[in-house]
């Protein structure tokens, strides 16, 4: 039987290799030309959302704040506004992933699906990072023609990450019951 301390490490040890993963997919889609400021697929994002289908709340959250700290490291945006307005993203999908999460579990027939949770997780990352610009650096009411193209781009961007998140843990789940009948 396994100590708590196993089960720790083993948690760890998922959490390094999630946020690892995230941190490579941040990395290149840093490169990523964008048409428009802010509009970004998000596909780190997928790596959350299977941290948290997977192995719960406090997971996710350490695989998204390890991604939005070490990606900013690497990437060189650190403290620069992109950095503020990233972890203000990433802040506000962690809340709407926890409460969209914890809703659904107490009140089963609101449950989320992967689908349900990504879209709520990525129109509230573009929503805190919209608030953050027009509040802390950009704060003219002509931002706020943007803010229609943002959010469906919010929506486009969630429903494609959620897709590839069902994917995933579909896959995921069915090498695990392949491999529990070998």
């Known amino acids: 039987m396994a100590s708590p301390a196993d089960a720790a490490d083993v948690l760890d040890r998922r959490i390094a290799g999630l946020a690892a993963v995230a941190i490579a997919i941040h990395v290149l889609e840093a490169g990523f030309p964008s048409p428009v400021p802010g ?34 490291l690497l990437v ?42 990504s879209v709520c997780a990525a129109v509230a990352h573009m ?10 650096f950009l704060p003219h009411d002509g931002l706020l023609v943007l803010l229609p193209v943002l959010l469906a781009a919010a929506l486009g961007f969630g429903l494609v990450s959620g897709l590839v998140a069902l994917r995933v843990l579909t896959a995921m789940e069915r090498l695990e019951r392949e491999g529990d009948a070998a």
Do not use: D, E
Request: proline content about 6%; glycine content about 12%.
């Open 76 to 117: 060189g945006s650190f403290l620069t506004p992109t950095f503020w307005l990233s972890a203000t993203g990433a802040l506000c999908a962690l809340v709407a992933l926890a409460l969209g999460w914890t809703l659904g579990r107490a009140v089963p027939p609101l449950r989320l699906s992967p689908l349900g949770l």
């Open 39 to 72: 509009i970004k697929p998000g596909l780190a994002n997928v790596v959350t959302l299977i941290a948290l289908w997977r192995h719960g709340l406090a997971c996710a959250a350490w695989v998204a704040g390890l991604r939005v700290l070490v990606g900013s």
């Open 127 to 136: 929503s805190g990072q919209f608030v953050a610009a027009w509040k802390l």
